[in-house]
């Protein structure tokens, strides 16, 4: 899979970084967030990223 940056909060690869993959959907890289009440499939994680980098993507026309 093709991933293409968006926007992201740094330029070294360790920060929340939002990309545009080659199949037309959003990849997220952010903390995972390990203790919540949801029940996913194991195959799925959650990630937190802060609310400012999806601003600055649409505000950008990025998405």
Not at 3 to 16: E, N
Not at 26 to 49: D, F, K, Y
């Amino acid at each position: 899979m093709k991933l293409t940056r968006l926007v992201g909060s740094c330029d070294d690869g360790d920060c929340p970084t939002l990309y545009l993959t080659d199949r037309g959907t959003l990849a997220v890289q952010g903390s995972r967030i390990a203790e919540h009440s949801l029940r996913i499939p194991t195959h799925e994680s959650l990630v937190e990223i802060p609310v400012e980098l999806i601003r600055k993507a649409i505000r950008d026309n990025l998405i």
